[in-house]
């Protein structure tokens, strides 16, 4: 992502990750632009970020999503999880509409 933000004179306090710093992807991927041609870009590494998401790991205690932000996310076998996933995506479209992302 660097060298796009280079390459497209973008601002890095907007478009770099600063996951040293402690700021989670949902963070990061909340604060890119939503208007214009900035906000279809940021569609773009929202995609990518789904689509190469950090690996998953286990806790015995609940903790937030590292993808979706989600205070507590839940753990369940394949058929429950994608119905989780369906609501997940349902829940995080209306609170961007009403925040009015």
């Not at 870009?41 to 789904?50: G, I, T, Y």
């Not at 753990?75 to 609170?95: D, N, Q, S, Y």
Request: proline share 5%; hydrophobic share 40%.
């Amino acid at each position: 992502m660097r060298s796009c933000v280079a390459l497209r004179q973008l601002d890095p306090a907007v478009w770099t990750w600063q996951q040293h710093a402690g700021q989670s992807l949902a963070d990061y991927l909340r604060g890119l632009p939503t208007d214009g041609e900035a906000g279809r870009l940021a569609q773009v590494v929202n995609r990518q970020a789904v689509i190469t998401n950090l690996r998953a790991t286990y806790a015995a205690e609940p903790a937030p999503h590292a993808g979706v932000g989600a205070e507590v996310y839940g753990r369940f076998t394949a058929p429950m999880r994608e119905i989780v996933g369906i609501f997940l995506h349902h829940e995080t479209a209306l609170a961007g509409r009403r925040s009015g992302r």
